[in-house]
């Protein structure tokens, strides 16, 4: 695979994006924040890359449950046309993913929040990347 590299997760929603991180040396996606939406939310993401030194944006992709697009679909298109002068986007399919996220959280047995669902998700949206193109 050559040189580790750093990457960057993100779970767009409408109000908040679940961010995760990974180095692929480790292969280990870690959650690690959420962003609120507010108008800052690509320069809160462009100041992220340049800490984390990412090569790349991995963006959670959403479709139905045929596996077509959605509205949904259309909104993170849209958002992560706002992040190629950025880093790099690759779209990976979020499936399901906050569902496991909450169901790993439930069984914690420790509470949690919406934002602990996202970021959660984000780690396994990136965790899935890895492992399928890795």
């Known amino acids: 695979m ?3 590299q750093n990457l960057i997760c993100l779970d767009v929603g409408e109000r908040r994006i679940g961010v995760a991180v990974a180095d692929t040396a480790v292969r280990i996606a870690v959650p690690y924040d959420t962003i609120v939406v507010d108008g800052k939310e690509v320069q809160t993401i462009a100041e992220l890359v340049i ?7 991995i963006v959670g992709y959403p479709r139905n449950q045929q596996g077509e697009s959605t509205a949904q679909s259309a909104y993170v298109e849209a958002f992560a046309a706002q992040l190629a ?4 986007v690759v779209f990976q399919d979020e499936s399901l993913t906050s569902v496991v996220a909450e169901n790993r959280l439930k069984a914690r047995g420790k509470s949690y ?10 780690a ?5 990347y890895m492992e399928m193109r890795l």
């Open 51 to 57: 800490q984390e030194n990412a090569s790349k944006l």
């Open 113 to 122: 929040e919406k934002g602990d669902i996202d970021k959660e998700a984000a």
């Open 85 to 88: 002068d950025i880093a790099p």
């Open 2 to 4: 050559g040189r580790s």
């Open 124 to 128: 396994i949206i990136l965790q899935d």
